[in-house]
């Protein structure tokens, strides 16, 4: 679907375009071009430019909508540090943190109202964008937060919580398709010296046979053309997470589905979305370098490797129940009560104050958001305030 001229990165195309005919077979598989797309250093997507995310970039998160998101996750990250017993000190470590944002409000938030949550707190973004940690330091400006990569986090030694919204999405994903009822990998090939085209051929790795099968799909029931991806990376970074977490807490927030409802058999053309200047459509191949491409979440393989990582499910909800649950329903109401709105101008701040909570919670938006909530050497019966209205299972 081109509704739109394609204003692809000539320089960024050329890079592929030259990597793809490099490369064995003169292909890339998807999860390769995605990481080139998006991650090449100088030239990707998250590597140019920082106002991707928000109103003038290509897409809008929880944050851009205000500082509720931020400040209900430092409510609920201090009842998790009351949880651990109070400890000195709290990390909180904030993976893939976009322009700060979140960050800000939480921070914000816990100084003004949690303070001695506050002073326990050890806050640390892992931003794999150099232009983008450039952008939080700007935003930042004056709190505390310390910025390192994940291997410099040593194993076991993480007591608190890591967090990540809608950063799991944003990892490269392998797409199969199923052909005759065989498991076929999607690669990106050229036609010409130039254009990209699919070519669907045996799988680059035994992973994505595996995880199907971990997932309980069989390839041969799904029918003829069925396609979807498959999100290694998020094995591997949930893997990396349980390692370093000694004691505490992994909050992932994302769109997405339990495997069964994401293997569907009618969800046929899978979950890969891209997202440019506020319009989604299915073309990774346009606007290469401008636009981001994204998948949706398989919490159950989150939640199965999570376990097999050592990591406890303690819940999984939806961003609605949660965020109701830590007092965005108070919020709501505190906006039509009487003597808040004495002059149009407080009447129109109001109305989008409304608009933003209400997109928070909005089922057909991001409301529909999976909270899945990990833990490692905690209390299994202690409480989340977060999860006190009816989760979802991920069964
Ligand atoms: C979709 S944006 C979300 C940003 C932010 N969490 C928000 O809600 O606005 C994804 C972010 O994750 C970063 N990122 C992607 N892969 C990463 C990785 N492996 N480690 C750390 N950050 C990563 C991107 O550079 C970007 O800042």
Redesign the pocket.
């Known amino acids: 679907m081109q509704a739109f001229a394609d204003d692809s990165n000539a320089q960024l195309r050329a890079l592929i375009a030259r990597r793809v005919a490099a490369s064995p077979g003169g292909r890339l598989n998807f999860a390769e071009f995605m990481e080139l797309a998006?991650?090449h250093p100088e030239l990707g997507y998250?590597a140019t430019h920082p106002g991707r995310?928000g109103g003038r970039g290509d897409y809008i998160?929880?944050?851009?909508l205000g500082s509720d998101f931020g400040e209900l996750l430092a409510v609920q990250a201090a009842q998790l540090w009351q949880h651990l017993g109070k400890p000195e000190r709290f990390d909180f470590v904030?993976?893939?943190?976009?322009?700060g944002?979140?960050a800000a409000d939480f921070l914000r938030h816990a100084h003004a109202n949690l303070p001695d949550f506050a002073t326990a707190l050890n806050y640390r973004i892992?931003?794999?964008?150099v232009v983008?940690i450039a952008e939080q330091r700007r935003v930042l400006a004056g709190l505390a937060v310390h910025w390192c990569d994940?291997e410099q986090i040593a194993p076991d030694s993480v007591a608190g919580c890591f967090f990540?919204?809608?950063?799991v999405?944003?990892?490269p994903v392998h797409q199969f398709v199923v052909h005759r009822g065989e498991l076929l990998e999607i690669y990106v090939a050229l036609e010409g010296e130039r254009d990209f085209v699919e070519v669907a051929a045996a799988p680059s790795t035994p992973r994505l046979r595996a995880f199907l099968d971990r997932c309980g799909i069989s390839t041969a029931s799904l029918g003829g053309g069925y396609r979807s991806e498959v999100n290694l990376?998020a094995l591997d970074?949930i893997e990396a997470v349980a390692r370093r977490l000694a004691r505490g807490y992994v909050i992932t927030v994302d769109y997405g589905y339990t495997a069964c409802q994401y293997y569907a058999p009618q969800r046929q053309g899978g979950t890969l979305a891209c997202y440019h200047r506020h319009r989604v459509h299915d073309n990774p191949y346009l606007h290469i370098g401008n636009q981001?491409i994204?998948a949706h979440v398989n919490f159950t393989a989150l939640e199965t490797h999570g376990t097999a990582c050592g990591l406890q499910t303690l819940g999984f909800t939806r961003q609605s129940f949660f965020l109701l649950a830590l007092g965005l329903g108070e919020r709501l109401a505190a906006l039509g009560a009487s003597g808040a709105i004495a002059n149009y101008a407080q009447l129109n701040e109001a109305l989008r104050r409304r608009e933003a909570l209400r997109t928070l919670i909005e089922p057909s938006s991001m409301g529909d958001f999976g909270v899945l909530i990990q833990g490692k050497n905690t209390g299994l019966d202690l409480p989340l305030a977060g999860l006190s209205l009816p989760a979802q299972t991920l069964s």
């Open positions: 998006l991650y998250y995310i998160t929880a944050a851009h904030e993976m893939g943190a976009g322009q944002l979140f892992v931003e794999r964008s983008q994940l990540a919204n809608e950063l999405d944003a990892l990376a970074w981001d994204t």
